[in-house]
């Protein structure tokens, strides 16, 4: 069976509650599903979300709470990682990259300073200086501690490439831009309101529907979007919970995907501590709440279903570990499987298999 490569990134410093120790590099076994450690990189603050290019060859990540994009090369052979370079992004506290459809730029959201920027990515995958630097305009949401400014949150490419999407959690609203020759530049919409209070995080687009989700990370919804991609334009259709009746105390949604088949949609819950299923309706892209399932650990941060959308990896930060659940391919629900893997702090999980 092909084997996965995990690389996960965690927190390590003192403002950020950090007891992580850099990337870490593990093989997954295809068949046993075991962890096997096989690389440490030391020295780095907050190693976060991770970028892969498509080839599997390259890993560009944020590093929470800092300046800098971290450039790494892949080995193919022991899937070891090399750092070729580290850039100032032009802003504070990257939390997300995009890399367009060319692999030539990055796209980063800079969370402290409410800014995107484009930077230009050299052909041995070393990061450059940026190229453009957008500052997001509008007006601050009512939490006076997550809203006191713009905080876009994410950054994401739709399906043709052509536009990039970022969320905004400390503005309520979604913003839109058209990439072109290495260039952003608000679409006619700009952006879209979320409820007040409501913080956008994350999206992720259906596989096949032209609908995007965004989960909403205060009050703990999600928010389906019609897309229209030939203008980069969406139309909220639906609003739905991911708490489930009952759960009265504080919560904050984190991550959001969905699942290989187009059926499934899942969300975590950070307070709950639960990774949520919704079934997709396979006309409209609505989602109708299922269940929800512990993940077994503290503050899911990260989750991400493996390549074979079989298993879904949740990165618990406040526990120091990541869960194993495998997901049944009728009905999407989620069975928590014993491997547990001891590692400070994660924030994020990239998978790639053996080339």
Not at 91 to 99: K, Q, R, S
Not at 147 to 163: K, L, N, V
Request: aromatic share 8%.
């Amino acid at each position: 069976m092909t084997a996965l490569f995990a690389y996960v990134g965690g927190y390590t410093t003192p403002d950020r509650d950090g007891r992580g120790s850099g990337i870490n590099v593990y093989r997954i076994d295809g068949g046993s599903g075991e962890w096997t450690h096989l690389q440490n990189i030391g020295g780095l603050e907050n190693p976060s979300l991770f970028t892969p290019n498509r080839a599997g060859t390259r890993l560009w990540s944020v590093h929470g709470g800092r300046n800098l994009i971290s450039a790494f090369s892949i080995d193919p052979a022991s899937r070891h990682l090399t750092l070729l370079n580290q850039m100032d992004c032009g802003g504070n506290n990257p939390v997300d990259t995009a890399l367009d459809p060319t692999e030539r730029h990055l796209i980063v959201a800079n969370y402290g300073t409410g800014s995107v920027a484009v930077m230009p990515i050299a052909d041995d995958g070393r990061a450059m200086p940026i190229s453009q630097s957008f500052t997001l305009d509008g007006t601050p949401g009512p939490d006076p501690v997550h809203q006191t400014q713009s905080h876009p949150h994410a950054a994401i490419f739709d399906p043709s490439g052509r536009f990039v999407v970022i969320p905004d959690k400390g503005f309520d609203r979604t913003f839109f831009f058209r990439f072109d020759n290495g260039r952003i530049e608000p679409t006619a919409q700009g952006s879209v309101a979320s409820k007040t209070g409501a913080a956008p995080r994350h999206a992720i687009f259906h596989q096949t529907l032209p609908v995007l989700y965004v989960n909403n990370e205060l009050d703990s919804t999600v928010t389906v979007f019609d897309w229209n991609s030939d203008t980069g334009h969406a139309t909220e259709s639906q609003v739905v919970t991911t708490i489930p009746d009952g759960h009265d105390a504080r919560n904050t949604t984190a991550e959001i995907a969905a699942s290989r088949c187009g059926r499934f949609l899942y969300v975590s819950n950070r307070g709950q501590d639960s990774i949520v299923l919704y079934n997709i309706d396979r006309r409209t892209g609505h989602l109708t709440y299922v269940e929800h399932t512990p993940t077994g650990g503290t503050r899911p941060r990260f989750f991400t279903l493996d390549i074979a959308g079989k298993k879904i990896f949740a990165a618990n930060q406040d526990s120091d570990d990541i869960t194993t659940f495998r997901i049944d391919a009728g009905s999407g629900r989620l069975t928590q499987e014993a491997t547990r893997i001891k590692v400070g702090s994660p924030s994020a999980i990239s998978l790639l298999t053996s080339p």
